[in-house]
């Protein structure tokens, strides 16, 4: 298995107005349970206080480069709440994607 990105749950109201992207990391997709609110156009769904914010590498990155993703988040201002590790396999995803 080899670590390709973090999902960051946000505590906050709407859609966060994140960084795109952080060191080799890019902001893939924002969504509110289970539905993609970012990149617009986002589908007119009721917003959760708990957006899940998807950043992907195109390459292997290391735990050390998670953890200043989420030292940047948080120096950002933002309260994350969870963080899942994103994994892949001989080149499949071993996540899964929002609706």
């Given at each position: ?5 973090v ?5 906050h109201?709407?859609i ?13 997709f924002i969504?509110?349970?289970g ?6 156009p986002?589908?007119?769904?009721e ?5 899940q914010?998807?950043y992907?590498?195109d390459?292997?990155?290391t ?8 030292e ?7 309260r994350?709440?969870?963080c899942?590790k ?9 996540f899964?994607?929002?609706?």
């Amino acid at each position: 298995m080899n670590l390709h990105g973090v999902d960051i749950y946000l505590w906050h109201d709407g859609i966060p107005d994140i960084p795109k992207q952080v060191g080799p990391f890019t902001l893939t997709f924002i969504s509110s349970r289970g539905t993609r609110v970012y990149p617009p156009p986002a589908p007119d769904v009721e917003l959760s206080d708990w957006p899940q914010c998807r950043y992907l590498s195109d390459k292997q990155v290391t735990d050390r480069e998670v953890d200043a993703l989420v030292e940047k988040i948080s120096a950002s201002g933002w309260r994350w709440t969870k963080c899942q590790k994103l994994f892949k396999k001989d080149g499949e995803n071993l996540f899964s994607e929002p609706y």
